[in-house]
């Protein structure tokens, strides 16, 4: 395990072996990250969250409460996974394949609290999720998706 320099890990939080988190990350409470992940400088890994390690994720990036992210995730910079959101890397439930794949989440992706991203999905560049989405299909760059399964409604303006 390697944490490094002005870090804050808080009380409950599991940290495996074999884990990288970069300069100035913090946890809130109860937070399991496990082997095999690295976590880039600036990120903020939030209360109850899980990464279930084989994970990459970016730098100043912004997991909040309850976010669960499976393993064989990579998840870029400057992204946000608002409270709840969840990420799924299982297209075979029943386990009768054995075949886990993780979503991408590209650069300054946000996704709305609850959402969830299916296996495989990658989410492009700019691409923004509705809260309660659910992601079934890859994204453009700067595409708005919301609804169940989520559909684009329009592209992201300039902020």
């Not at 996974?81 to 946000?110: A, H, Q």
Request: charged share 20%; with cysteine; aromatic share 6%.
């Amino acid at each position: 395990m390697e944490i490094g320099r002005t870090c804050t890990v808080r009380a409950g939080s599991i940290i495996y072996s074999n884990v990288i988190l970069g300069d100035n990350c913090q946890t809130g409470h109860n937070v399991m990250i496990r082997e095999k992940t690295k976590i880039g400088r600036n990120s903020l890994i939030g209360t109850n969250a899980v990464i279930d390690g084989n994970v990459d994720i970016g730098e100043n990036v912004s997991i909040q409460t309850g976010v669960y992210i499976p393993l064989f995730c990579k998840i870029g910079n400057n992204v946000f996974l608002g409270p709840y959101s969840k990420l799924t890397n299982d297209k075979y439930m029943m386990r009768k394949k054995f075949d886990l794949i993780g979503p991408t989440l590209e650069d300054e992706v946000t996704l709305g609290a609850n959402s969830v991203i299916l296996p495989g999905v990658k989410l492009k560049k700019g691409t923004i999720v509705g809260a309660g989405s659910i992601v079934t299909k890859d994204t453009e760059e700067y595409d708005v998706v919301v609804g169940n399964p989520a559909k684009k409604i329009k592209k992201v303006s300039n902020l």
